[in-house]
């Protein structure tokens, strides 16, 4: 049984099709990155998977369970962060994770979670005086109560400092070898790659592309880019560069040229123009494309 799987899963607000034919499946054991661009539809699709917000058609399973059907089995067996989590700020971090706990029906102590989210020093602190970063911490903690077989991560990685963003991606593969499936949005594209087994990138409410990083990576016509050593770097020779039909950009720096193509087969043409304008290329790097540029070649650059 998978972890998420949709059919045709549709969501129209009016006459805008904020979700449209989404067929999804994330399977059990995997980390699957949910991508897109502002109101792409992974709020709402991630809505509809928790029962906040009714499909308008298609089918959903959460662990086996239809979420509008049984709502309670699903919020009983994942863990869910939302974007926007609201606390009680007169609270504090343990009194939080108590209830939770406790709603449950599970036997964590509050002072482990904290300590693994790395905000034990303030369990006994009100939320109120939180930072934006603690606050993400704390609800990661509480999506973490009760060892959920789903994680639904939204946008985990915003507010946090780079010591919090590593700190999550360590969660997200401990959960994952524990067995649960990790879903998580986000529009922070480079620091998602490294934890994702798959990607999915959402565009104007549909699923533009869905697979592993290295397989999309190959898949997509994205910008080819390279560098070339050479020994010494004409004055100009950049701009002479840029002015190329399939040439996107050029630059020079300390002995090195970096040029971005958007149709690879220039390269040779690069590499003669730079021998003719007198400097001798000594060595040739190809950059794989990042899953930035995936993205972007994948939604055109354009929000939904
Ligand atoms: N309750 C609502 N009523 C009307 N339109 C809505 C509602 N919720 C979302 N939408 C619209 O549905 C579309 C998808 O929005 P959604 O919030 O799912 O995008 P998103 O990918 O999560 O974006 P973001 O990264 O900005 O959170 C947008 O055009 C949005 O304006």
Not at 198 to 226: C, K, N, Q
Not at 244 to 270: E, H, Q, Y
């Amino acid at each position: 049984m998978a972890a998420i799987e949709t059919r045709s899963l549709t969501k129209r607000f009016g006459s805008l099709h904020a979700v449209r034919d989404l067929d999804l499946r994330v399977e059990r054991g995997e980390v699957f990155g949910f991508l897109g661009p502002n109101g792409a539809g992974k709020s709402t699709t991630i809505n509809v998977l928790l029962d906040f917000v009714r499909r308008t058609s298609g089918d959903v399973s959460v662990l086996g369970y239809d979420p509008e059907e049984d709502p309670r089995a699903v919020r009983q067996r994942i863990g869910v962060l939302p974007e926007a989590a609201g606390f009680y700020d007169r609270d504090t971090a343990r009194d939080h994770l108590r209830f939770a706990t406790e709603m449950k029906r599970a036997t964590d102590d509050p002072g482990d979670l904290l300590e693994r989210v790395g905000i034990a020093d303030a369990a006994d602190r009100p939320v109120g005086g939180f930072s934006k970063g603690m606050r993400k911490r704390l609800g990661l903690a509480i999506a973490l109560v009760g060892d959920p077989d789903l994680l639904v991560l939204d946008e985990p990685l915003g507010g946090l400092d780079p010591s919090g963003v590593s700190l999550v991606r360590e969660i997200v593969r401990e959960e994952r070898d524990r067995g649960a499936a990790v879903f998580f949005s986000s529009h922070i594209m480079d620091q998602v790659e490294t934890v994702c087994d798959r990607v999915g990138i959402m565009h104007r409410g549909e699923l533009a592309a869905v697979g592993a990083v290295e397989s999309l990576r190959a898949d997509t016509e994205t910008p080819a880019e390279f560098t070339l050593a050479v020994e010494s770097a004409p004055d100009g020779v950049e701009r002479e560069l840029a002015a190329l039909d399939g040439v996107d950009d050029a630059t020079a720096r300390d002995g090195t040229l970096r040029v971005v193509c958007t149709d690879p087969s220039v390269k040779a043409d690069v590499v003669s123009r730079v021998d003719d304008a007198g400097a001798t290329v000594v060595d040739i790097d190809n950059e794989t494309p990042s899953l930035e540029q995936v993205f972007r070649a994948v939604t055109d650059g354009t929000n939904a």
